[in-house]
């Protein structure tokens, strides 16, 4: 039961660079997010995807874009990496949008340097 | 703009003592969350509190909910080395899920 997969593990940019975060559930949820977690600060939600075809700005979306390719998958794009992006990167998805308990991947840690 | 905030950030307790940990949040809900996370690890849903004055119990951790003083508590009795970890509110409130600070609990011998 694989549940949320995230990919890649790990990822060192240089400033500039472009990369996509994968992440993937297997449960047939409606409802996928990315958070990014920076020591102190807990987690802060970058976009969410309420469901299939539907995507919205979280607390901290500026310097990333989503794509929520099917109910399975919600990539995360940063198009030209900052040393501020520096993280650790978390994907979740949710059955439905309110109500329900979330279900972590196991993260991406990205360096920009 | 939803805010939640926990307190203490950083906790030092004795194995076999009792300890509260608060979680405030800025407007109404009913839906509260609490998650666990190990060191380097992800988080782990610990309970889903979905009405005022929900109580949820798991083991020696219990959770409660006052959605009239926008309060959550999260109560540890008889702390053991295994809980030690970090633990994190999140709130509802329309379409997203917003997270606290997190507090960092240490269990020592």
């Known amino acids: 039961n694989a549940g949320v997969t995230q990919t890649p593990k790990f990822q060192v940019l240089k400033t500039g660079q472009s990369m996509t975060l994968q992440c993937a559930q297997d449960m047939n949820h409606n409802s996928m997010y990315w958070y990014r977690q920076d020591p102190g600060m807990g987690l802060r939600l970058i976009y969410y995807s309420a469901s299939e075809g539907t995507t919205d700005k979280g607390e901290v979306p500026n310097g990333y874009n989503v794509s929520r390719l099917n109910k399975r998958e919600f990539s995360l794009r940063l198009e030209s990496a900052a040393p501020s992006q520096t993280s650790v990167y978390f994907c979740?998805?949710?059955?439905?949008?309110?109500?329900?308990?979330?279900?972590f991947g196991q993260g991406t840690r990205l360096t920009v340097v | 703009e939803l805010k939640v905030e926990q307190n203490p950030l950083f906790l030092s307790m004795q194995e076999g003592k009792n300890y509260t940990i608060y979680c405030n949040y800025s407007t109404t809900s009913d839906r509260l969350y609490w998650y666990r996370q190990d060191p380097g690890k992800s988080l782990e849903s610990l309970f889903v509190l979905l009405s005022n004055g929900a109580v949820k119990q798991e083991g020696r951790l219990m959770a409660s909910l006052d959605t009239k003083a926008r309060l959550s508590t999260l109560h540890i009795t008889a702390a053991v080395h295994d809980l030690s970890a970090t633990y994190f509110c999140a709130v509802d409130k329309t379409s997203d899920m917003r997270f606290g600070a997190g507090t960092r609990l240490t269990v020592k011998p």
């Open positions: 979740a998805s949710k059955k439905d949008i309110l109500n329900t308990e979330a279900f």
